[in-house]
C-alpha cells in the first residue's frame, strides 16, 4: 500500500471547471449591459406611454363609457369593471352588415388599388436603384427620400393646383386631344383618391423593398443565368422569389396608415361618395355628439390591423425559419 510519506508530497488536486454562467465578473458585465439598454429604451417607452398607450385606453373608455341622457355626450367609463360594450356591439354590428360594411369595403378597395400601383411604379424603382443604378444609387435614393423632407399637407396641397378643373392636367390632356372637356377630378372621383393615396406613401414603399433587393446575393443571379436562365426566367425565379419578404414588408408598412388616412381623401375629394374608414372617424369624433361611435369605430379598425399585423408576423417568422 502506497502512502502519502512514499511520496513525500501531495499533489494539489484539480479544481473542477466552473459551471457556465458562474464567473462573477461575467454577471457583473452581463447585468451592467442589461441595465444600459434599460436606460436608452426608457424614453421610447415613456414615449409611447405617454403619447400611445394613455390616448388610447381614453379612446377605449370613451368607446365602452355612456351616454350623457340630456346632451347626447359621451361619458367616460376610467374603471374597466364600469365598462359597457353597447356602442361597440352597435358599431361593430353596422361594420359586418349594416351601413358601415360600405365604407369598410370601399376603404379595402382603394388601398388595394393604391399597393397595386404602389408596386407597379415602386418595384421596377426600387430594383433599379438597388440592382443598375452604380454610381447613381446614393443620388437615386435621396431623390427617393427627398419628399420625406416635406410636409405631407403641402404635397398634397399641389394637388389641387394640378388637378383643378383648368389645372395643369386638363390642359394638357385637352392639347394633347384626350379629352374635349375639363375633368372633374376633384369632385368625388375615386381614381384622384386613390392615385393621390399612392403617391403620398410611395417613398413607404420602395425603401424596404429596396433595403431587401439590396441583400440579394449576384452570386445567385450569375450562376442562374450561367446555367442558361435568360433574364426574364431569372428575375421570376430568383430575384421575384427573394425579395418577397421585401414586398410583404413593404405592402404592411404602406397599407397600415392608408388604411387610417382621411385628409388625402378630404383633401381630393370631400364626397361622401368616397368615404373612408378615416374620414367615418373624423366625422364622429370631430363633427357631432357621436363621439363614443368614433371611439367605438377606432377600435374596430385597430382590430382589423391587428389582424394583417398578425398575419405579416407569422409569415415573416415562417419565411425567416425557411431561409436558415
Known sequence: ????????????????????????????READRDGLWRVLAFPGIAWTLVFFAVPFYAIVCVAFGATDPL??????????LRWQFTTFHEVLVRSMGGDLTAVFVRTLVYVGAALALCTLVGYPVAYYVARLAGRRRG????????PWWINYLTRMMAWLALLQDEGYVNRALEAIGVIGAPVQWLSGNPYTVIVALAYGYLPFYIVP????LDQIDPRLIEASRDLGMGTARTFWRVT???SRAGLLTASVITALP???DYYTNTLVSGSPETTMIGNQIDLYLLGGPQKHLGAALVLVLSLLLMVLMAYYLRTSRRETQEAS
Open 139 to 146: 443620388l437615386l435614393l435621396g431623390l427617393i427620400l427627398a
Open 240 to 242: 421575384l422569389p427573394l
Open 71 to 80: 346632451f347626447g355626450e359621451p361619458v367616460p367609463s376610467w374603471n374597466p
Open 258 to 260: 392608408m388604411l387610417g
Open 209 to 212: 423593398l429596396f433595403a431587401t
Open 1 to 28: 500500500m502506497t502512502s502519502v510519506e512514499e511520496h513525500g508530497t501531495v499533489e494539489p488536486a484539480t479544481a473542477a471547471p466552473d459551471a457556465p454562467g458562474s464567473d462573477p465578473n461575467g454577471k457583473r
